[in-house]
């Protein structure tokens, strides 16, 4: 019954992107957590919403107190990768607001899936590096994190964040390009989050 049910999982990982769990991304957001706005700013959360290389989706999330200078950036930064700004709602809805957990290669697969859905998770997703994602309804995120830990299952990480619903597989030059959009963005300072839908093989992340 288990292997029938990771079976399944293995079928509906199409939302994943290697993109989400790159290690630089931690160092990257760390450093904007300690960024504050100058005296007498006003910081404000605004989102942008286009297309990359191939037409794979990407939303960026913004906090700035100038949505004028912050929307110059990051439309600059998409045109130099060969991408482009959309309309509001124009990939915003191919993602869905998901409680994500991630377990390292190497966790009880088995023991992990009864744990999590006993505990209400939504879904439990094995990767091809052997490595597991917990997926949770937001609302119960904190309590399926909580009871996870106390079963011996504490994850690598965890967070509220944005999953694509289906993904965009690139290869070669597009996904190269892809690549270099995205951390273009991210390292934008008013930038605190990219998300993306595509889909990169190991062989182009180790490249780049």
């Not at 630089?24 to 504050?36: F, L, M, P, Y």
């Not at 439309?75 to 191919?94: D, I, K, P, T, W």
């Not at 939504?122 to 909580?146: G, I, K, Q, Y």
């Not at 995205?182 to 889909?199: P, T």
Request: glycine share 10%; proline share 4%; hydrophobic share 40%.
């Amino acid at each position: 019954m288990i292997r029938d049910c990771f079976a399944g999982a293995i079928d509906r990982m199409a939302g994943h992107s290697k993109w989400a769990n790159l290690p630089r991304r931690e160092h990257v957001q760390a450093r904007k957590r300690h960024q504050g706005a100058g005296p007498g700013s006003v910081l404000e959360s605004v989102r942008y919403e286009g297309y990359g290389p191939g037409g794979a989706a990407v939303m960026v999330d913004c906090v700035t107190a100038d949505r004028a200078y912050a929307a110059a950036r990051v439309r600059a930064a998409f045109m130099q990768h060969g991408g482009h700004l959309g309309a509001q709602g124009s990939v915003s809805y191919l993602f869905n607001t998901v409680g994500l957990l991630t377990y390292p290669p190497g966790i009880d697969q088995e023991q992990l899936m009864r744990v999590a859905l006993e505990a209400g998770a939504e879904d439990v997703v094995p990767n091809a590096d052997r490595s597991v994602e917990v997926l949770a309804d937001p609302l119960e995120f904190d309590t399926v994190r909580a009871v996870l830990t106390h079963g011996g299952f504490r994850p690598a990480t965890a967070q509220v964040t944005q999953r694509a619903a289906s993904s965009i597989e690139l290869s070669g030059d597009s996904a190269e390009r892809m690549m270099r959009l995205l951390v273009a963005l991210e390292d934008l300072d008013e930038v605190r989050d990219v998300y993306s839908n595509v889909a990169i093989s190991d062989e182009v992340l180790a490249r780049l």
